[in-house]
């Protein structure tokens, strides 16, 4: 196991050089809804439960079911409502499960990103051949459902392993390549896109996806109540949009059909919708639109700054 992923160098957040986005926003504003397939009772991986509680887990089955046949109209319309299109975190097998969703989104021309084939198989276990096998199988599913070609990964369940990043980026430009495989959701340690280094030495940046924004984790996990995901939502906004005057910062608001459209919670997330998209100096966006936006305009500043502030043991 390595000391470090070694895919970024420290470089602090003050002075770095300027991002401006379309129309001079201060804020890249996007929403990514985890439209997921969970297996009634999938195969065992013996690093990780695919279900807390002995299965079959027919309760956190059905309420994942219960968000693809309702959640999902509910949040849709809302994105609709406020001209968001929706970059969709998809576990791939849903294209055969449930084709339905993926043409709701395809007329919207919402992106579509992978997120594995089932979120209740995980990558934990895998040799490298397993792994990239299963990172092509979902581009090229995407690709078959949908005529998109993969910009961006997030991990089955957040599974990782220390190649998961050098192998998306391989296996994007294998099949399609610059125009697949080149950002990542799976690293949650900055407010901007950033560089990441590669051991292909292809341009890859790591995309801003906010875990303490994701609606699973504020409410399964922190247990918070809806009132108070729109005050943090909101003050969440507020810190980025007084920042994106400086240099342009992005917001991630990632979703879940199960969590945030259930009826005594929708309207919260409606709320913040309202509340970010009244500010005109936001852009809404796709993850894929902002991390090419950054690519062809950012990406190689950052690095020349990178490599200024390193110190030498760091120095590339």
Known sequence: MKETLGAYDYWPY???????????A???FWVAPNIEYYELDPPQNPQRKPWPTPHPSVPGYSIRDYGN????QRQMALLDKYGIRGSVSLSVALCEHHPEIIEMCRERDWEFFSHGIYNTRYTYGMSEAQEREMIRDSIETIHRHTGQKCAGYLAPALSHSERTLDLFAEVGRELFGDEA??????????????PIRLRSGRRFVSMPYSLEMNDTIVYAVNKVEPRHYLTMLKRHFDRLYAEGAESGTVMCIPTHNYQVSCPHRIKAFEEA??????????WLATGREIASHYLAHHYDDALRDIDARAVPARRR
């Open 181 to 194: 495989g080149f950002y990542t959701c799976d690293l949650f340690h900055d407010d901007q896109p950033t």
């Open 14 to 24: 003050e002075n770095r050089p300027k991002i401006t986005w379309p129309g001079g």
């Open 273 to 282: 919708l309202e509340y970010i998209t009244g500010h005109s100096d936001v």
């Open 69 to 72: 046949r309702v959640g999902h």
């Open 26 to 28: 201060r804020v890249a």
